[in-house]
């Protein structure tokens, strides 16, 4: 139960894709890439808003929004 528990809730200290700390990247171009990754991102997230408005059951798992940039278990 404890694994199951630990797997399916959420963990306090998560950080979603391309949310970096501030003082990683100072050069101009990793910063505009970032800048237009996030974009892409955002565009994609409101994209599947959009299409799950019409859905009865929403389907939120690969969300840009809420995928974690990395695994920590």
């Not at 808003?49 to 990395?70: F, G, H, I, Q, W």
Request: net charge negative; proline share 5%; aromatic share 8%.
């Amino acid at each position: 139960m404890s694994t199951l528990w630990l797997l399916s809730n959420s963990i306090s200290d998560t950080a979603h894709l391309v949310h970096y700390p501030d003082g990683d990247f100072d050069e101009t171009t990793p910063c505009e890439l970032i800048r237009a990754y996030k974009g892409e991102l955002q565009t994609l997230s409101a994209r599947i808003c959009l299409r799950n408005l019409s859905l009865e059951v929403p389907y939120t798992y690969m969300d840009p929004a809420k995928v974690e940039n990395s695994v920590a278990i």
